[in-house]
């Protein structure tokens, strides 16, 4: 499934890239690509239509500059793919740990300790998982079984929590782009005043608005990457709940199971 996943990521910024290619020949004339947009601007507007969406990212996109804007959309296409691979995993890894439960505990009535790994291993996800772990050390008592789920539930939170750092490294970076481009743009709005040696509003509107559309970008990245990072924060707490609760009737029907022997 990660595999997929950094697939897709990985075409995604080959047609991005080829996209940004695309997008720096045509800024190679930047005074005719701005005058060309004006006009598509006028030609809408005369028209009383509003300009496409993807025709008003494109020119927002040259204008802020392609190469910090492809990277602030590179942290978005890895970033989104990270959090759709954690969201199915975890979708993967819910249980209806009630019906596991009762089935383990019907296997240990009806066949004992190796029924009830064969339906272990016939569920997925991670509380079987667990579930399996203490019955492979069933024979060595009770509190060996305690002290094994513990140990594999801190195994199975580490593997849900996989590639969260990353996301979250993403959602920080994004903005600092932004607001790097911002100091540049700064820099460029002060170049072109002291190359004219005058302080107009013209001179100065290019570099303040590659600095506001890097800064714009980079804070409209890492919000959407925030709340895939929260959704998937709050997913894991609540598999965890489960897992706990489950852990601890788990450890509940071993000791039933033992004192029938």
């Not at 030609?43 to 990212?57: C, I, M, R």
């Not at 069933?138 to 939170?157: F, H, L, P, R, W």
Request: aromatic letters at 8%; glycine letters at 10%; proline letters at 2%.
């Amino acid at each position: 499934m990660k595999k997929l996943f950094m697939f897709l990521a990985v075409a995604g910024l080959m047609t991005f890239t080829a996209n940004i290619a695309f997008a720096q020949e045509e800024g190679a004339a930047p005074a005719a690509q701005e005058q060309e947009a004006d006009e598509v601007v006028d030609l809408f507007a005369g028209s009383g239509e509003e300009v496409p969406l993807h025709q008003a990212l494109k020119t927002k996109f040259i204008e802020g500059g392609a190469g910090f804007m492809s990277l602030i959309i590179i942290c978005l296409i890895i970033g989104m793919a990270l959090a759709i691979e954690r969201i199915l995993y975890l979708a993967f890894s819910k249980t209806n740990t009630t019906k596991l439960l009762e089935d383990v505990e019907a296997a240990l009535a009806k066949g004992g300790i190796e029924e009830a790994k064969k339906v272990c291993r016939e569920t997925r996800g991670p509380v079987a998982s667990i579930f399996y772990q203490g019955l492979l050390r069933a024979d060595q008592g009770v509190d060996v079984v305690e002290k094994t789920i513990v140990s594999y539930g801190g195994v199975q939170m580490s593997l849900m929590e996989n590639g969260l750092s990353w996301i979250g490294l993403f959602i920080s970076i994004a903005p600092s782009l932004g607001f790097l481009g911002t100091v540049i743009g700064m820099i460029q709005a002060f170049d072109a005043i002291q190359a004219a040696g005058d302080i107009s509003p013209n001179v100065v509107a290019g570099g303040m608005k590659v600095a506001l559309i890097t800064t714009v970008g980079g804070l409209i990245v890492a919000m959407i990457l925030q709340i895939f990072y929260n959704y998937i924060i709050a997913k894991i707490d609540a598999l965890s709940i489960d897992m706990e609760d489950s852990s601890i009737r788990f450890v509940d029907t071993m000791v039933k199971f033992n004192n029938k022997k």
